[in-house]
């Protein structure tokens, strides 16, 4: 069991250096700019598998001088089981330009595939999303793999993952636009309430910076 454990933590971290080398010159600069993100979820079980939720997040920038954007999410989820899921969902956004905030649309379809060695879950989500800003359309095809390791009853559940924003569209399409690195952990406190708290890197290739996030969440189901 050991040694497969240490073979999927030796594939995501290839897999990292793989993801990353896409990024062209997504590279972490000295100046890079420091946010928080906060969010809360709700989430509503309907019956075996199907669950519904409601999101919200808001988001800094320059320094947490400033709120980056705020935004408000239903999505719905079918599990079939601990390895496979699929989910879509709409996200109505408020985004922080010079001249003012502008509304943002954004619809996303997408599914999770998973495997398990002893305590160490990998899993791969891909998705389609589409942002339709006032004045134009982004397309994305997200990748996203990500590492938990479970234990049973222990409250913490260690997580980290690598995220490839991949343009579909456009002049840049086929060419990746966003990189995320992420690591944290998340802590249950009951069966209802859980917490999760989270380093993440993040470059843009439209942005002369990354961001280094602290972010901060908690999920109420029932």
Known sequence: MGRRVLLACAFFLISIQSFSSTGGNLNVSSSDEFAMWGNVRIN??????????????????????????????????????????????????????????ESAHRWYVGGTAGISFGPAYLFLREMFEQIVYESSTVSYLRSRL????????FLL???????????????RGGRTGIMRYTGGVRIRVS??????????YQRSYSASLG???LGMGYTFSF
Do not use: C
Not at 85 to 90: A, K, L, S
Not at 158 to 171: D, I
Not at 191 to 200: E, G, H, L
């Open 191 to 200: 069966s209802s309430n859980s917490f999760n708290v989270y380093y993440r």
């Open 146 to 153: 990500r590492l938990e390791l479970r234990f049973d009853d």
């Open 157 to 171: 559940t260690p997580f980290a993952s690598v995220e490839n924003f991949l343009y579909l569209s456009g002049e």
């Open 44 to 101: 509503k079980h309907i019956f075996s598998g199907l669950s519904l939720s409601l999101n919200g997040e808001m988001r800094s920038k320059d320094n947490m001088d400033d709120i980056s954007l705020w935004w408000i999410n239903p999505e719905i989820t079918f599990r079939f089981n601990d390895y496979f899921n699929v989910e879509g969902g709409y996200r109505y956004a408020g985004v922080n330009r010079d001249d003012g905030y």
């Open 211 to 213: 961001e280094h996030i």
